[in-house]
């Protein structure tokens, strides 16, 4: 029996079309299925493909003239299936279109002599891209919210990979800025060049040209978030690190995608998707390149930063002050520190904490530690006004001595934080005032506000009771003290002095190998579990070699300890270099002699 059907011409003889039919849709389907699949997107995606295929016919079948559209239950029906939807809708299909077929499901495009294929409706790739970003709905959340940056990367570059045909667009917009806003939160405990590494700024980069690519707007702490980072990933900052941040700068006043400015090749993207608009700049945009290029130490680039804040018409703000304030004190200009403090307060801003703290490591820096004094004498007054006199210093003459010194007024409601305690105690430690340290030290431990700080060196901890979190920065300090002032044991005190005759005080007394003895017992039964960085175990190693005049069995004690008690991978080249010195048959003595050497020369350079 020859009978005309949607399909085109068939001999059935006797087997029914439904058969015929249910048998090719099987085909098609085991062939998908053969696909090897290797993870859990790629699984979807050949799943859906598969059905895909069912529900569209191969369009080399013959002509039809039939022309009838899919019923609104049926669309509505399939819209609110769940997975097992599609074959129970194309049971029922069958079985309710017997006598008439619908060409949406069972029928190839529709073509004509002379004419093109007719598309199939929107609402059939509609339904299908419905479903499919419901069953990816787990993936973009995992992607935005994860704890782990790694895997969250991991994530979104699955959901990339893995697009089925009919989705547009692989990720949701909201998803993206979820996970751009992850990619850079400040982290509680972790400082920024910690979080803001060179891997950030790739992976933000990647985001927001996603963004960018598939019609999305790029916001505004989007772009800020991309100078910053572009600045960043370095331990020093250089003027290729300026010129990538000013890169993506002119990107973001262009309107261009994210990083055009480093392709000198033509733009890869479809000008028909793009729709996102121009971002004006604010404050905060020129207040990070100022940053960055304050951080470089050249005047001239400092200079071309503050060109372009001056040109935005923009008033400075307090940030903009406190930028000057650092940058002036690593060049060692005081001037320059008072006179950004004296706009900062002209202009109507209050210094903060942020802004004393800067003091402190300013005038610190610079060797002004009678002005330290009088600062830290005032904040622990105005924390505990019944305590004794901070280093012997009456609180009335200390408020006035730094309003005649210094023009510099501190508030009755600023306390010391962590980051003043910390400051303070770096600075004792580096122009060698082991005492002022150590008391400093009883002061943050004993201080009835609970002192938290960033997180340096600490992967993780867990504080004890009576010990601040973190501490480890503290102990640096105090190591890197010995490590610079520390001289070695059987030098008399006239030698001493002949060694060190600007040493007025001879702080260097008070650096001996009883004394590092006992700091470093204290450092290594802390009460919670942490990591020093190298640089902490560097100067460890340094210290102790100096104190104990290169003594191969102390120093190998003091190694063994550290290696039981801390994790060593990671470790640097220079400190391998040490360990493997230490570890030799035989002392290299020119090798020690010239650490020594080079601690001296570094000593004393202020």
């Known amino acids: 029996m020859l009978r005309a059907s949607s399909l085109g011409?068939?001999?059935?003889?006797?087997?029914?079309?439904?058969?015929?039919?249910?048998?090719h849709c099987l085909q098609q389907q085991l062939c998908h299925e053969t696909r090897p699949v290797s993870s859990t997107l790629s699984h979807l995606h050949t799943q859906e493909t598969s059905e895909m295929s069912k529900s569209l016919p191969p369009s080399d079948a013959g002509p039809t003239t039939t022309s009838a559209r899919p019923s609104p239950d049926e669309t509505n029906a399939a819209s609110n299936s769940d997975e097992g939807g599609i074959e129970n809708e194309t049971k029922s299909h069958w079985t309710a279109s017997s006598t008439h077929p619908d060409p949406v499901r069972c029928s190839p495009p529709q073509t004509a002599e002379g004419s093109r294929s007719i598309a199939p409706p929107r609402s059939v790739f509609s339904r299908y891209a419905y479903r499919d970003h419901r069953a990816r709905q787990?993936?973009?959340?995992?992607?935005?919210?994860?704890?782990?940056?790694?895997?969250?990367?991991?994530t979104y570059q699955e959901l990339l990979k893995y697009r089925p045909p009919h989705i547009e667009q692989?990720?949701?917009?909201?998803?993206?800025?979820?996970?751009?806003?992850?990619?850079?939160?400040?982290?509680?405990?972790?400082?920024?060049?910690?979080?803001?590494?060179?891997?950030?700024?790739?992976?933000l980069l990647s985001v927001l040209n996603t963004i960018y690519d598939t019609g999305g707007q790029v916001r505004l702490w989007e772009w800020n978030a991309l100078i910053e980072c572009a600045g960043r990933g370095w331990r020093?900052?250089?003027?290729?690190?300026?010129?990538?941040?000013?890169?993506?700068?002119?990107?973001?006043?262009?309107n261009r995608a994210p990083g055009s400015s480093f392709s000198r090749g033509p733009a890869s993207h479809d000008p028909a998707r793009i729709v996102s608009h121009p971002v004006k700049p604010d404050i905060v945009t020129y207040n990070t390149l100022l940053?960055?290029?304050?951080?470089?130490?050249?005047?001239?680039?400092?200079?071309?930063?503050?060109?372009?804040?001056?040109?935005?018409g923009m008033t400075p703000d307090r940030m903009t002050y406190?930028?000057?304030?650092?940058?002036?004190?690593?060049?060692?200009?005081?001037?320059?520190?008072?006179?950004?403090t004296a706009r900062l307060l002209g202009d109507g801003w209050q210094l903060g904490m942020e802004g004393i703290n800067s003091l402190i490591w300013a005038y610190g820096r610079n060797?002004?530690?009678?002005?330290?004094?009088?600062?830290?004498?005032?904040?622990?007054?105005n924390l505990l006004p019944d305590a004794p006199p901070t280093n012997g210093l009456d609180v009335e003459d200390s408020i006035r001595q730094l309003?005649?010194?210094?023009?510099?007024?501190?508030?009755?409601?600023?306390?010391?934080?962590?980051?003043?305690?910390?400051?303070?105690?770096?600075?004792?430690?580096?122009?060698?005032?082991?005492?002022?340290?150590?008391?400093?030290?009883?002061?943050?431990?004993?201080?009835?506000?609970?002192?938290?700080?960033?997180?340096?060196?600490?992967?993780?901890?867990?504080?004890?009771?009576?010990?601040?979190?973190?501490?480890?920065?503290?102990?640096?300090?105090?190591?890197?003290?010995?490590?610079?002032h520390a001289l070695p044991p059987g030098i008399s005190p006239s030698e001493a002095e002949e060694r060190r005759p600007d040493d007025r005080d001879k702080v260097w007394r008070a650096w001996t190998f009883e004394q590092l003895h006992t700091i470093f017992d204290d450092f290594m039964n802390l009460p919670f579990d942490s990591k020093p960085n190298t640089q902490t175990v560097y100067w460890i190693l340094v210290a102790f070699a100096t104190t104990s005049g290169y003594n191969q069995a102390v120093l190998r004690n003091v190694l063994e300890r550290i290696e039981d008690r801390f994790e060593t991978e990671g470790w640097d080249m220079r400190l391998r270099v040490l360990r493997e010195k230490i570890l030799a048959e035989q002392l290299d003595s020119a090798y020690f002699e010239g650490l020594r050497k080079t601690r001296e020369r570094r000593s004393w350079r202020a």
């Open 9 to 23: 011409l068939a001999f059935t003889h006797g087997i029914s079309r439904r058969y015929l039919l249910r048998s």
């Open 138 to 154: 787990p993936l973009y959340e995992k992607m935005a919210e994860a704890a782990d940056p790694d895997e969250a990367w991991q």
């Open 170 to 203: 692989s990720i949701p917009h909201k998803y993206l800025h979820a996970f751009a806003a992850s990619l850079v939160s400040r982290s509680k405990t972790l400082p920024p060049q910690k979080t803001r590494t060179r891997t950030t700024f790739l992976r």
């Open 236 to 254: 020093k900052t250089r003027m290729d690190d300026f010129q990538a941040a000013l890169n993506v700068y002119q990107d973001m006043i262009a």
């Open 291 to 312: 940053s960055i290029a304050g951080r470089t130490l050249n005047p001239t680039v400092m200079r071309l930063a503050e060109e372009l804040l001056e040109s935005s």
């Open 322 to 340: 406190l930028i000057y304030q650092r940058f002036y004190a690593r060049k060692g200009k005081l001037g320059g520190v008072r006179r950004a």
């Open 367 to 381: 060797g002004r530690l009678d002005i330290i004094e009088y600062i830290y004498c005032i904040l622990r007054h």
């Open 403 to 484: 309003d005649w010194l210094e023009n510099l007024t501190i508030p009755s409601d600023l306390k010391p934080d962590a980051i003043t305690y910390y400051t303070i105690i770096q600075v004792y430690a580096y122009h060698g005032r082991l005492r002022e340290s150590l008391h400093t030290f009883a002061d943050m431990i004993s201080s009835p506000v609970p002192i938290t700080g960033k997180l340096e060196d600490v992967e993780k901890f867990e504080p004890g009771p009576n010990f601040p979190s973190p501490i480890l920065p503290i102990y640096r300090a105090l190591f890197l003290g010995f490590a610079r």
